[in-house]
């Protein structure tokens, strides 16, 4: 068994700000969403190892809206550097990133952030 993917709900109509958060500031890609899906609104987001698929985050229209202050995706990096340039970044983006957890998790180094509706994520890398 895998993880296909997670959810992570958005108020309606904010395409624009999942994808200043997702794609601008993580880096994910845009992907379509099956026609099928498209009218319900929300977007999707994949992050790629060459043709592999690693992470897919899906923004689904919750309504109403209520942001998920403790659940939430949690992504894995490389290395500290891809960390800290990503936290760098994300924060740059305009968007709330923290640090005091940073040596919390036993053998990881990680960041918390909120995307533009107040979701709650995590990115880690392992350290050995």
Same mark, same amino acid.
């Given at each position: 068994?895998? *993880? $296909? $993917?997670?959810?992570?709900?958005m108020?309606?109509?904010? @395409?624009?700000?999942?994808?200043?958060?997702?794609?601008?500031?993580?880096?994910?890609?845009?992907?379509? =969403?099956?026609? @099928? *899906?498209?009218?319900?609104?929300?977007?999707?987001?994949?992050?790629?190892?060459?043709?592999?698929?690693?992470?897919?985050?899906?923004l689904?229209?919750?309504?109403?809206?209520?942001?998920?202050? =403790?659940? $939430?995706?949690?992504? *894995?990096? /490389?290395?500290?550097?891809?960390?800290?340039?990503?936290?760098?970044?994300?924060?740059?983006?305009?968007?709330?990133?923290?640090?005091?957890?940073? $040596?919390?998790?036993?053998?990881?180094?990680?960041?918390h952030?909120?995307? /533009?509706?107040?979701?709650?994520?995590?990115? *880690?890398?392992?350290?050995?």
């Amino acid at each position: 068994m895998r *993880l $296909h $993917h997670v959810q992570v709900s958005m108020p309606r109509g904010g @395409e624009e700000i999942a994808r200043a958060f997702y794609h601008g500031a993580l880096g994910l890609t845009e992907v379509d =969403k099956p026609d @099928e *899906l498209a009218g319900r609104g929300g977007c999707w987001f994949r992050a790629f190892d060459r043709d592999a698929v690693t992470a897919e985050i899906h923004l689904g229209v919750d309504d109403p809206f209520v942001a998920a202050r =403790k659940a $939430h995706p949690a992504l *894995l990096l /490389g290395s500290v550097d891809e960390l800290e340039t990503l936290g760098a970044r994300v924060a740059d983006q305009g968007f709330e990133v923290w640090w005091d957890e940073r $040596h919390s998790f036993a053998g990881y180094e990680r960041f918390h952030c909120r995307d /533009g509706f107040g979701n709650r994520v995590e990115v *880690l890398t392992a350290v050995v």
